[in-house]
T-cell receptor, first 113, second 114 residues
Framework: GENVEQHPSTLSVQEGDSAVIKCTYS??????FPWYKQELGKRPQLIID?????GEKKDQRIAVTLNKTAKHFSLHITETQPEDSAVYFC????????????FGDGTTLTVKP | NAGVTQTPKFQVLKTGQSMTLQCAQD?????MSWYRQDPGMGLRLIHY???????DQGEVPNGYNVSRSTTEDFPLRLLSAAPSQTSVYFC?????????????FGPGTRLTVL
């Protein structure tokens, strides 16, 4: 089955700096790659996603890049703010069934004011 | 729309007891899934359903049963609770079609098995 590895497990940055979180996947048939943000005690919420026919997608301060050949994708957060502090998860799935996603183990991002 | 709802929010069980975690969605989504989240780990798929009457196993199905008699509801049954099932359980739903596969998660059920 699919295996998703996420790095780093923890990341601490100063407010205003950029943060990058990387994920690799094993199944070349995976073609949908969402990123979720989970605040303490809350549910995961989608912040951005990308499909395998696109190399990069951006939404304000958040961007995701995908390298299909290397089977890795990354989350980029620019101009970080304290409210960006949370756990971030990447995931991968095949076809159009996001309901059968494989998740990474998460990255705890701390943004210091 | 209420989105995805889960009950109960918290539950404490004794080893060997059984219970059902409830999940409902009002978005007419075809796909529904159950995940468990253990401390310091990502979400692991327990069971999922692609429509009423159709279910399949995920990564960690042992000790759990599901059924999907309606589009809206997808209950998860713990047959004989074990301490290893102490976790936070999230239900999710998604509509697969068009250009989006966004999964919407419920608020979670925190389960402790003593």
């Amino acid at each position: 089955g699919e295996n998703v590895e996420q790095h780093p497990s923890t990341l601490s940055v100063q407010e205003g700096d950029s943060a990058v979180i990387k994920c690799t996947y094993s199944d070349s048939a995976s073609n949908y790659f969402p990123w979720y943000k989970q605040e303490l005690g809350k549910r995961p919420q989608l912040i951005i996603d990308i499909r395998s026919n696109v190399g990069e997608k951006k939404d304000q301060r958040i961007a995701v890049t995908l390298n299909k050949t290397a089977k890795h994708f990354s989350l980029h957060i620019t101009e970080t703010q304290p409210e960006d502090s949370a756990v971030y998860f990447c995931a991968a799935s095949k076809g159009t069934n996001a309901g059968k996603s494989t998740f990474g183990d998460g990255t705890t991002l701390t943004v210091k004011p | 729309n209420a989105g995805v709802t889960q009950t109960p929010k918290f539950q404490v069980l004794k080893t060997g007891q059984s219970m059902t975690l409830q999940c409902a969605q009002d978005m007419n989504h075809e796909y529904m899934s159950w995940y468990r989240q253990d401390p310091g780990m990502g979400l692991r798929l327990i069971h999922y359903s692609v429509g009423a009457g159709i279910t399949d196993q995920g990564e960690v199905p042992n000790g759990y049963n599901v059924s999907r008699s309606t589009t809206e509801d997808f209950p998860l049954r713990l047959l004989s609770a074990a301490p290893s099932q102490t976790s936070v359980y999230f239900c999710a739903s998604s509509y697969s079609g068009g250009t989006t596969d966004t999964q919407y998660f419920g608020p979670g059920t925190r389960l402790t098995v003593l």
